[in-house]
């Protein structure tokens, strides 16, 4: 009889410790998702370095932050909104907007994305933190700069949380498992 309560009493005690060791962040999806196709981030985003070049005039040309609004304050014409738009649909409208105004003739725009919002990367790695983004990023790549798994790591899956999803969304740790900008990136506790 008292192996049985001590048996209790170690099983309680192990459940209690285990239990304390759990962190909820967030719902997680219940069918894993395979691997998105691999992209690049084409579309501009808040918290994006937008470089715009308006050719022969370097008064008007320069490195500008997309603002809170989602928008460029640009010399002359003001805001423009950016974010969810293409480089290419940017282009346009500044264009546009420096030739309605009489500002220039026919003006000749380039936008290019210099820096895009950072990752982050938390959970069972060594590093956890801020991480910029380049094109091509993917989870194995990811996980490596911030200093690999630690020994409580899973090293078979990791769980993603894209930009304007509210749902964690587990992967395969796997090099075909694309990264974008802005993304969550959580390396699970292993069981075992």
């Not at 001590?6 to 395979?34: H, M, N, R, S």
């Not at 994006?48 to 308006?54: F, K, P």
Request: with cysteine.
């Amino acid at each position: 009889m008292i192996n049985r309560w001590g048996l209790l009493g170690a099983v309680v005690a192990i459940g209690l410790l285990l239990g304390g060791c759990y962190t909820d962040f967030g719902p997680v999806a219940a069918e894993p998702k395979p691997p998105p196709p691999p992209a690049v981030a084409s579309y501009i985003q808040l918290g994006d370095r937008v470089t715009i070049t308006i050719y022969e005039e370097p008064n008007l040309s320069g490195v500008f932050d997309v603002n809170p609004d989602g928008a460029l304050d640009l010399p002359l014409i003001g805001t423009v909104k950016v974010v969810g738009r293409t480089p290419l649909e940017v282009e346009r409208t500044i264009a546009a907007r420096y030739k309605s105004g009489k500002f220039l003739e026919q003006p000749k725009v380039q936008v290019a994305v210099v820096e895009y919002r950072p990752i982050y990367i938390f959970g069972e790695v060594l590093k956890p933190g801020a991480y910029s983004f380049r094109n091509g990023l993917n989870a194995l790549t990811a996980v490596t700069e911030a200093g690999g798994i630690t020994y409580r790591g899973s090293r078979s899956s990791v769980f993603i949380q894209h930009a304007g999803e509210s749902v964690w969304v587990e992967y395969p740790l796997v090099a075909s498992v694309t990264i974008l900008p802005g993304d969550l990136i959580r390396i699970p506790e292993r069981f075992f």
